[in-house]
């Protein structure tokens, strides 16, 4: 599918049908494109928890107010981010450089990082939005619909997922074939009102 297309018929499905799980080549097929995305230094901080235990997507649907797409969609997954990643064995980000540039590289990571709790953590919003959206263009391509969703208790969310200390939830987004197309766009702002040049 091309990009444009993928990106103009992306919508928030909230009613999906019923159903099996996507196989595990289909996840693997979408995570392993998903973490193609960006990340500042290569940081890569996102964590996909992939919900398979009936009875915990019922207590993180009952977490999430009751939203039928939790437990109607054929996959739900919690999007987590390490906020600690930055510190966590960095060579890694660099592994396939040569040595003097892994060197100036982790110096420049460690300096921009540490520190700065406000940057940590705002980093990990960055990443797991632009993986998001490349998740949700990845299943359309794939022919699979989603919904992205920040109408849940990330605390109770947390202690279902045992979110581990030093992790955070950015967002949850469900996957799978659309019973009901979604709502027609709610009020798309012109161009001209979000596109600005040079300065405000
Ligand atoms: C971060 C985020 C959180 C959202 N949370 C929810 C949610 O909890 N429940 C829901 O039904 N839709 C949720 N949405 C979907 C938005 O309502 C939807 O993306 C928006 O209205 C634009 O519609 P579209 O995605 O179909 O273009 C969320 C979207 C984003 C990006």
Redesign the pocket.
């Known amino acids: 599918m091309d990009v444009f297309t993928a990106i103009e018929t992306r919508?928030?499905v909230?009613h999906f049908e019923p159903g099996e799980n996507m196989t595990n080549e289909e996840i693997n097929k979408l995570l392993s494109a998903t973490i193609l995305s960006p990340t500042s230094y290569n940081i890569q901080h996102w964590r996909f928890v992939r919900i398979s235990d009936s009875l915990l997507r019922e207590q993180i649907k009952e977490a999430a107010w009751g939203?039928s797409q939790v437990t109607d969609a054929a996959e739900l997954i919690v999007l987590c981010a390490d906020t600690d990643a930055w510190q966590t064995n960095p060579e890694r980000y660099f592994s396939e450089t040569d040595e003097q540039t892994r060197t100036t590289l982790l110096d420049m990571l460690d300096s921009f990082y540490r520190d700065n709790k406000q940057r940590q953590y705002d980093e990990t919003l960055r990443s797991c939005g632009i993986a998001a959206q490349s998740l949700m263009l990845a299943a359309k391509a794939m022919g699979y619909d989603t919904?992205?969703?920040?109408?849940?208790d990330q605390e109770k969310v947390g202690q279902l997922i045992q979110l581990p200390d030093g992790h955070i939830i950015s967002?949850m987004i469900t996957i799978g074939k659309a019973r009901q197309p979604?709502h027609p766009?709610?009020g798309q702002l012109p161009l001209a009102e979000v596109f600005i040049e040079d300065r405000f």
């Open positions: 919508r928030a909230k939203q919904c992205p969703m920040i109408g849940f967002m979604a766009r709610s």
